[in-house]
């Protein structure tokens, strides 16, 4: 009987807050005629779900790219819906996505959870726009650009040559691990420039992965928790970071090359330093954040795409075999010429990023009512682009499901290949994670075979 009372009291209490929350959408509508129109924007169409609840638990119950294709089918390229608390609109189509991250980037800013905020740091790149964002971005950037990745070749391919001996000693838990070992070392040498020292290289490592097992955790400061040790780890590093800096300040050849290099050496019209060393080292972290596992992922897809792709897998083979070829058996160096001589690797990565879409959406705020196609964005609500919509999309690329690097022998229409975000903020790394990608499938398919989802080296003996 106690349990019928209390089911009854929630039901009305949940249809009370339904007609609040109804009443308060409907109100808003009103607010929405001033925009010199006659008739109200409406809001696109779509459901919201449960009060406070909204459809969070429809998307946490079955496969998210269902959940978004279906509501995408149902309703359009732009729908609404109420997810972890917050009312969102989708928008699945490249005109959409340009509008929101390109074009009209300016009304839509930048939005993630402040615990995520302060575990990451609050000044790196990716939770600013305006003056900030675009000096650090310009600085980012001209340590990722082509000249530096030119130098870094050998950087890369060390870290893979050292990932692939690791794996032949047999200290490989899985491929994504693996992976993200690879993509953490080579995240290293990026920003330190190769100068950084085993020890402190240890610190960092051990630090970061603590961050990384906290991230996702609910935010609380309970001593033991998850968070909380994610939380100590992440003021470790900063101060790991902070002592890095001071000792480069006291060495001749300061700062160095390297993102750290870049950052250091960074100063304003007036000449003073542009950034402090808390700028610097929450910028260090989010670069370290944004590299390792979205990589790691897209190593670990292409492997399992070559793997399903027996065919492919010898044409890739034949092609790298040619430039084992031109760099003497392996015995010099791979440079940055025979990296862009990988037509078909790079087309095999480009069709991994677009099936695998690691990044499947991105989030914003809308910091204004943003009118798009006769509907209104409202004030404060989530907007979010769906990248793998688009990748999935029969619109864009023909027969979306099937592994196919040809569709890449011609350009993808614009806007619509996204795997790295689009506008003011998209991936400053992507020439590197490119770089780091071509260097592995290099090594791995001209010295590894592949069996029974098991890589095994070819100097065992076996034949390819
Ligand atoms: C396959 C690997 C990668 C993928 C798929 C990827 C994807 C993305 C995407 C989609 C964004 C835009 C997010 C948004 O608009 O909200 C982004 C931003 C960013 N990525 Fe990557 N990324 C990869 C590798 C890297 C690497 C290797 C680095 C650095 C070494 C990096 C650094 C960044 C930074 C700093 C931003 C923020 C840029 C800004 O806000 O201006 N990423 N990435």
New binding site residues.
Partial sequence: MAFFLALVCILILLAIASYVQYTRWQKGKGRFGGHGRSAPLKLPPGSMGWPYLGETLQLYSQDPSFFFASKQKRYGEIFKTHLLGCPCVMLASPEAARFV?VTQAHLFK?TYPRSKERMIGPSA??FHQGDY?LRL?KL?QGA?GPDALRALVPEVEAAVRSTLASWDAGHVRSTFHAMKTL?FD??IV?IFGGRLDERRKAELRKNYSVVEKGYNSFPNSLPGTLHYKAMQARRRLHGVLCDIMRERRGQAQAAGTGLLGCLMRSRGDDGAPLLSDEQIADNVI??LF??QD??A??LTWIVKYLHDHPKLLEAVRAEQAAVREATGGGRQPLAWAHTKSMALTHRVILES?RMAS??SF??REAVADVEYKGFLIPKGWKVMPL?RNIHHSPDYFQDPHKFDPSRFQVAPRPSTF?????????????E??KL?MLVLIHHLVTGYRMTHGWLLPLSMGLRL
């Fill in positions: 991250l930048p790149l990716f964002h971005r980012v990722l993509s080579v995240g990026t989010g670069v944004a590299a979205t990589t992922s897209a990023l690691i990044i991105t989030f990248f996204l795997p790295f975000g689009h506008g003011v903020h998209a991936c400053p790394g992507n590197l994670a780091e």
